[in-house]
């Protein structure tokens, strides 16, 4: 069964930091780009980020540019998402997706996780 779990979420003071992770079970990462969503409540699910599968591209959503790094390890089937200087509008559940290329859209997307709930509030 092919899974996507991810982790690292929680609750963090404004300026504080977290990093996401993703696990694949039932598949290997390689062969997969790795989009990280966002979904606020009442609004859309939109990409933050995206990293091809050999991970010499990667792409930002213009709001956390510079503070979020996206970064895989193939050899532990992961993809990482580290957030910095973290702000209340960037509370939501995120989502990490695999596809065969970096797509902007999630309908685009295969394989989906389950989502972890970041909440950033002082």
């Known amino acids: 069964q092919l899974q996507l779990v991810e982790s690292g979420g929680g609750l963090v003071h404004p300026g504080g930091c977290l990093r996401l992770?993703?696990?694949?079970?039932?598949?290997?990462?390689?062969?997969?780009?790795i989009g990280w969503f966002r979904q606020a409540p009442g609004k859309e699910r939109e990409r933050v980020s995206c990293i091809s599968s050999s991970g010499s591209d990667t792409d930002y959503l213009d709001s956390v540019k510079g503070r979020f790094t996206i970064s895989r390890d193939n050899t532990k089937n992961t993809v990482y998402l580290q957030m910095n200087s973290l702000k209340p509008e960037d509370t939501a559940v995120y989502y990490c997706?695999?596809?065969?290329?970096?797509?902007?859209?999630?309908?685009?997307?295969?394989?989906w996780g389950q989502g972890t709930q970041v909440t950033v509030s002082s």
């Open positions: 992770s993703c696990a694949a079970s039932g598949f290997t990462l390689d062969y997969y780009a």
């Open positions: 997706a695999a596809n065969w290329h970096c797509e902007e859209l999630p309908p685009e997307y295969e394989h």
